[in-house]
């Protein structure tokens, strides 16, 4: 069993940056990969960032060169670096965790999620 508690939303504008982060519960945090996700009113959940047990990395075309993800494993945590920050980012993000996940941007493949962290962009 994992759980995980997101942190680092909050409202800021356009420009900006914010740091994510998710610490994790459970003695085999190095052995799932991880997700971030985010959801905005209307539309589907999707993944913006990934990273695979192996460390390899994942990152929606829309966030590249924009945000970066890292994990920790031995703190069990992962963090989300968001710069640039635009007005569409704006969202509920979650963070995920997935064992054996065959598809990182694939949110049916994740067990785990966090309860969510509401990131506002202003305009």
């Known amino acids: 069993q994992v759980q995980l508690i997101e942190s680092g939303g909050g409202l800021v504008q356009v420009g900006d940056s914010l740091r994510l982060s998710c610490a994790a519960s459970?003695?085999?945090?190095?052995?799932?990969?991880m997700g971030w996700f985010r959801q905005a009113p209307g539309k589907e959940r999707e993944c913006v960032a990934a990273?695979?047990?192996?460390?390899?990395?994942y990152y929606a075309e829309s966030v590249k060169g924009r945000f970066t993800m890292s994990r920790d494993n031995a703190q069990n945590t992962a963090s989300l670096q968001m710069n640039s920050l635009k007005a569409e980012d704006t969202a509920v993000y979650f963070c995920?965790?997935?064992?054996?996940?065959?598809?990182?941007?694939?949110?049916?493949?994740?067990?785990?999620w966090g309860q969510g962290t509401q990131v506002t962009v202003s305009s």
């Open positions: 995920a965790a997935g064992w054996i996940v065959t598809n990182v941007a694939r949110s049916y493949d994740y067990h785990y």
């Open positions: 459970g003695r085999t945090f190095r052995d799932y990969a």
């Open positions: 990273v695979r047990s192996s460390g390899s990395t």
